[in-house]
């Protein structure tokens, strides 16, 4: 089981992924700007790719 968290932060232009929750918080974190597309980790075991700018703009892809 695994766990990720998106936050798009529509004022600063960016979006952060969450993940690996351990003792209530989030050890890892990255974050992806305006015009970058953010891609799931390797160990998820998927491949996806989300545009930040959908996720900024309140679109759908």
Do not use: Q, W
Request: hydrophobic share 35%; net charge negative.
């Amino acid at each position: 089981m695994f766990r990720l968290v998106f936050e798009v932060t529509s004022s600063n232009d960016e979006a952060v992924l969450y993940s690996d929750p351990r003792d209530g918080a989030y050890r890892h974190h990255k974050t992806f700007k305006r015009g970058s597309r953010i891609t799931v980790p390797e160990h998820v075991g998927l491949s996806v790719e989300l545009p930040v700018d959908c996720l900024l703009d309140g679109e759908t892809a």
